[in-house]
């Protein structure tokens, strides 16, 4: 297991954007997770290694856009448009076990073989 970095969360107002970084990204399928106080860790986006393929839970879809430079091994979360709703703890996770994304299966934390310590975003209205 690798003991991924996550940066880039902070502060934000209502419609404003962050960007958020998490290395080292290795060959494998990379996501990201966010996280509340007291409810479960949820998928936001996803990515395959070649970037072909791109997969996006419905609340961000269209504001917020997944994307890897495997030259620098980092993978980022570009979050435009935020919303009060978007504040929590934003993890990255890697996966060895997924070759071929599943709508399914990519949603699944239990997929994925390494974490990050998680990066706070904060969005006020």
Known sequence: QVQLVESGGGEAQA?????????PSGRTYMAWFRQTPGKERTFVAGITW????TSYADSVKGRFTVSRDN??????LQMDSLKPEDTAIYY??????ISVPHRVS?????MYTSWGRGTQVTVSS
């Open 106 to 110: 990519i949603r699944v934390p239990k």
């Open 71 to 76: 030259e620098k091994n980092t993978v980022y």
């Open 50 to 53: 070649s970037s072909d393929i």
């Open 92 to 97: 990255c996770a890697a996966s060895s076990a």
């Open 15 to 23: 419609g404003g954007s962050l960007r958020l970084s998490c290395s």
